[in-house]
């Protein structure tokens, strides 16, 4: 039986070592490329620095350089600012009064406008650009940002309801009835009960909808066209490669870039992280 416990534990660890390998060594060598010359990389390939891993001389800090000094990309980065912070804060509440109401009102068709709602995971988001762009035209909604908070609110709706509704469904349903008995109404049991127990379940949504939103370029080409005013960093930095390829190299560093914001959000709610994926896994 020792044995036996003791090989389960070397396989584990053996599964583990080898899924963080796999996905280390990618990003490791983008990281490499990133900071290679531009004759270096379309010449050898980046496990060749391995050869002399304490020579220094071939690194350089131009392709960071010539990225971050890039024309528009403060602009670029204010921007995604502004798609982000609202395309994320606007589903998150929504979807909190949608799922709350879902989950701890009795009306008719309850169930039926839930299973609807989760029903939309399944529809492919292509399906449904050609209509909201016929749409957008005539609305003039088209190249604003209006229009691509509206998108990511309606993108990431079903996903975020779904997610707190198993949430708020976990929660005891004696904490509500004191409430109520207490004289609570329907909106102190939410603001005061639902949202203060629910912060682990409501980062973890921020954090996943951030990231969608910032690292997003197919909505943004799609609904913005052609128009470099509110384009975000996605839209910019894929201009920095030139209609043939030739400056493919600068996507590496401009990469790392794009990172460093989602990683200060992560990082800073990560421990409402774990929690929050195993928000609703349990009753009580």
Known sequence: MAARKTFARFF????????????IVPTLGLLITSFRPAEDVNSTGWWTVFSSPLDFTNYTLD?????????????????????TIFGTLLPVLIAAFAAFGLSRLNFKGRSFIYALIVSLL???????????????????????????????????????????HN??????????????????????????LAL???????????????????????????????SGQVAPLTMRLTNLVGSHGQDWHLLTSAAFVSMIVPLIIFFSLQRYFVKGILAGSVKG
């Not at 584990?12 to 070592?17: D, N, Q, R, T």
């Not at 609305?139 to 707190?164: I, K, Q």
Request: hydrophobic residues 60%.
């Open 196 to 226: 203060p127990l629910s912060m682990p379940a409501l980062a973890s949504l921020f954090i996943f909808q951030f990231l969608w939103v910032w690292n997003d370029l197919l909505v943004a080409l799609i609904y913005l066209g052609g």
């Open 122 to 164: 399944v529809v492919p988001l292509q399906l449904t650009f050609i209509p909201i762009l016929k749409l957008y035209n005539i609305l003039n909604l088209s190249g604003t940002f209006t229009g691509l908070w509206l998108d990511h609110t309606a993108y990431g709706l079903p996903l975020a309801v779904y997610m707190l």
């Open 63 to 83: 392709n960071y350089l010539q990225v971050i000094r890039a024309g528009g990309m403060n602009t670029a980065f204010k921007n995604s600012f502004i798609i």
């Open 12 to 23: 584990l660890h053996f599964v583990i070592i080898i899924s963080l390998i796999i996905w």
């Open 167 to 192: 949430f708020f469904q976990s929660l005891p349903d004696d904490l509500f009835e004191a409430a109520f008995i207490d004289g609570a109404s329907i909106w102190i049991a939410f603001v005061r």
